[in-house]
């Protein structure tokens, strides 16, 4: 039997997921990133931050996104001067990533902006609990 759009977690998880979405789109919109743009500028100043460049290869693994659409997404962050593309000397098929000043100095106040909507967003959800799902849903197999 058919459960009703009210009942069905997977209606109910997409509508969800859309308004999450938009309030961080609107999050974003006043530093000019989307929301894939933040998270690679993220990802990239956090490997960064721990002493890492990684590779587009590594970036991609790291924010789940397809790496053809890293590598676009790299270069409009490129193009606003967010971040710069090296090659790699040990493998010159690959590109090193490193945050320029002006990335590092965005990336925390993305960071900043992207945390209050999600405070706002999961308020009304007890934050282990939220956590707690999520994690679940988003790895359902326990790694080794």
């Avoid at 997409?14 to 929301?35: F, G, K, M």
């Avoid at 970036?59 to 053809?68: I, N």
Wanted: hydrophobic residues 45%; negative net charge.
């Amino acid at each position: 039997m058919a459960l009703s759009p009210g009942e069905s977690p997977g209606f109910l998880l997409w509508h969800a997921t859309l308004r999450w979405q938009r309030d961080i789109a609107t999050a974003l919109a006043p530093l000019e990133l989307t929301h894939v743009q933040f998270v690679l500028l993220a990802c990239t100043w956090w490997f960064n931050s721990q002493g890492e460049r990684p590779n587009q290869l590594t970036l991609a693994r790291q924010a789940g996104t397809d790496v053809k659409m890293t590598s676009q997404v790299l270069r409009a962050l490129e193009n606003k001067g967010l971040i710069e593309r090296e090659v790699d000397p040990a493998d010159t098929r690959a590109k090193r990533l490193r945050v320029t000043d002006t990335g590092a100095e965005l990336a925390p106040r993305a960071m900043a902006a992207v945390e209050h909507a999600d405070a706002q967003f999961f308020q009304p959800v007890p934050l282990d609990d939220a956590v707690a799902l999520l994690g679940r849903l988003a790895h359902p197999h326990p790694q080794p």
